[in-house]
């Protein structure tokens, strides 16, 4: 993704011509456009702090989010079968659906596949991941991910321990998309040993 940084002359103020908007967005060192909180149209979460902004428009973007450094096209590990294009935002009518968190953004940035219908919104595209080596198939048929942070994206419980997910996490996605029962473990159920030895069993 090509970002151009200007200064504005006549006003002084530092200006960004993003892929996600027509106009230029002016930074705004604190949020206060309005008496609402703005969202931003990257992530859908609240502004506070820093942003780009067009006022005309009412576009805002966290800094954070405007000068991410986005490739146009993403081979992903959740789907080899085809690059990703980055969209400034969903190509279907109304609300969408993640295919790996499954929430349902309204707006935001999306990596999408247009031959598989296949969509990764921002926070869940940029998730550091890979796959698995040496996990039992006995455990379980499919290949792992490894996810070392999922920033509370995957609001689930572990299918070892039953409880909720937190840290580092072992996910299936081949289950996820077929929509059958997730298989989602902590790092810590996934590592245990198939077999130990206790002092109550001889065997």
């Known amino acids: 993704m090509d970002l151009t940084l200007s200064e504005t002359k006549k006003r002084g103020e530092m200006e960004l011509q993003h892929f996600s908007h027509h106009h230029p967005l002016l930074f705004i060192q604190h949020q206060s456009v309005t008496d609402e909180a703005a969202q931003c149209f990257g992530c859908e979460e609240l502004i506070d702090g820093p942003s780009y902004g067009c006022n005309d428009c009412k576009y805002y973007l966290h800094k954070r989010c ?30 969408w659906r993640c295919d790996f968190c499954r929430r349902r953004p309204s707006s935001g940035f999306v990596y999408h596949c247009d031959p598989c219908k296949f969509d990764l919104h921002i926070n869940c595209a940029l998730l550091q991941s890979s796959i698995a080596p040496n996990f039992p198939t006995s455990l379980h048929q499919h290949p792992l991910f490894f996810i070392q942070d999922h920033n509370d994206e995957v609001n689930r419980d572990c299918s070892g321990c039953m409880k909720p997910l937190s840290g580092p996490i072992y996910y299936c996605l081949d289950c996820y998309l077929s929509d059958k029962r997730c298989f989602i473990l902590h790092k810590q159920c996934a590592e245990l040993p198939l077999e130990i030895n206790h002092p109550y069993d001889r065997h």
């Not at 096209?73 to 190509?91: A, E, G, M, V």
């Open 66 to 95: 405007a000068e991410l450094e986005l490739t146009p096209h993403l081979n992903h590990p959740f789907h080899p079968q085809h690059l990703l294009t980055l969209l400034p935002k969903s190509p279907y009518k109304g609300r």
